[in-house]
Nanobody
């Protein structure tokens, strides 16, 4: 079992920045991945950015150049969100995968006003 604790999120004006953090309850291995998904009202949940603990990164085209995913140890990942747009408004979920099992955080609301 992996539990995920999220922080960050909130209300920001278009063009502003926010930083999300997610801490895992267990040390992650190089074969594990963590990252962020988001779900806007009436839309399916979509991948935003994912990082594996061997260093590979995948970022959605819609946020490339604006969002950066990083990690600072074996348990915590961050999502730095710059140049936010109203269409980035969604609930952002921390995600982890270990041995083919998916784990999810409780979600944090990000609202970007125009």
């Amino acid at each position: 079992q992996v539990q995920l604790g999220e922080s960050g999120g909130g209300l920001v004006q278009a063009g502003g920045s926010l930083k999300l953090s997610c801490a895992a309850s267990r040390t992650m291995f190089s074969s594990d991945t963590m990252g962020w998904y988001r779900q806007a009202p009436g839309k399916q949940r979509e991948s935003v950015a994912v990082i594996s603990f061997d260093g590979s990164i995948n970022v959605a085209d819609s946020v490339k150049g604006r969002f950066t995913i990083s990690r600072d140890n074996a348990r915590t990942v961050y999502l730095q969100m710059n140049s936010l747009k109203p269409e980035d408004t969604a609930v952002y979920y921390c995600y982890a995968q270990r041995y083919g099992v998916d784990y999810w955080g409780q979600g944090t609301q990000v609202t970007v006003s125009s």
